[in-house]
């Protein structure tokens, strides 16, 4: 065996060679093969023919045509930010996290309080990851006097799930978690957090967290 391991180098010429491995057979077991792709990243080649990136590819544009979990570094969004694909989209693969204002609300006319929130990074759309609530209903609540909170993206109106208070014990603080997938495309950047009674329930004190993905192409 050699003592490269040992050597003190100050610089090396590596030719380039194919992003897929396919200018190398494949190395004995045990072992991997160290190369220079196209794409001007490092990667290995294992006993089996399988390659993989070392270190996080970056650039100004997403590569043609990524794998499922593959991720990209994007030195010209929101000063420099890493996305993974998932097999369909680009997306970021920090979670962000935002508060909907704390909101204690009167029972009666419910169907007519809201609140909104608009999401953070406009011109982006978002995936969203879940929404943490924490509330509480003062007096009467149970499985015919209850709150029904219904999110919706807006303008479009589109659903968002979720919940109802009708299980929860008066009095009683609760946490509820929704978990989401849904994409709000950057033209809908907002959040339109309804709230409507069934039967005759008391006031309720609503916080909201909602976390995120940011999408990009």
């Known amino acids: 065996m050699g003592l490269f391991s040992v050597a003190k180098l100050f610089g090396m010429t590596i030719r380039e060679s194919a992003t897929d491995g396919s200018d190398f057979t494949n190395p004995d077991a045990d072992y991997r093969r160290l190369f220079l792709g196209e794409d001007g990243q490092l990667h290995v080649k294992d006993s089996a023919g ?18 499922t979990n593959d991720r990209f570094y994007r030195t010209n969004v929101l000063g420099g930010m890493e996305f993974l694909w998932d097999g369909t989209r680009w997306k970021s693969v920090g979670i962000f996290r935002e508060t909907i204002p704390h909101l204690a609300l009167p029972a009666a006319g419910m169907a007519a309080i809201v609140s909104r929130h608009v999401f953070g990074f406009a011109g ?17 609540n149970d499985g015919s006097k209850y709150h029904t909170i219904s999110p919706t993206l807006q303008p479009s109106t589109t659903a968002i799930t979720g919940f109802t208070t009708a299980a929860h014990a008066a009095g009683t603080g609760t946490s509820v978690t929704v978990a989401l997938t849904l994409v709000a495309p950057a033209t809908d950047f907002w959040i339109y957090l309804g709230s409507a009674t069934t039967g005759a329930p008391g006031p309720i004190n609503l916080s909201t967290v909602v976390s995120y993905r940011l999408i990009t192409t």
């Open 50 to 67: 399988a390659v993989a990136h070392i270190g996080v590819p970056a650039g100004t544009a997403f590569p043609a045509a990524p794998a």
């Open 124 to 140: 982006y759309s978002h995936q969203l990851v879940q929404m943490d609530y924490f509330c509480r209903v003062d007096t009467t």
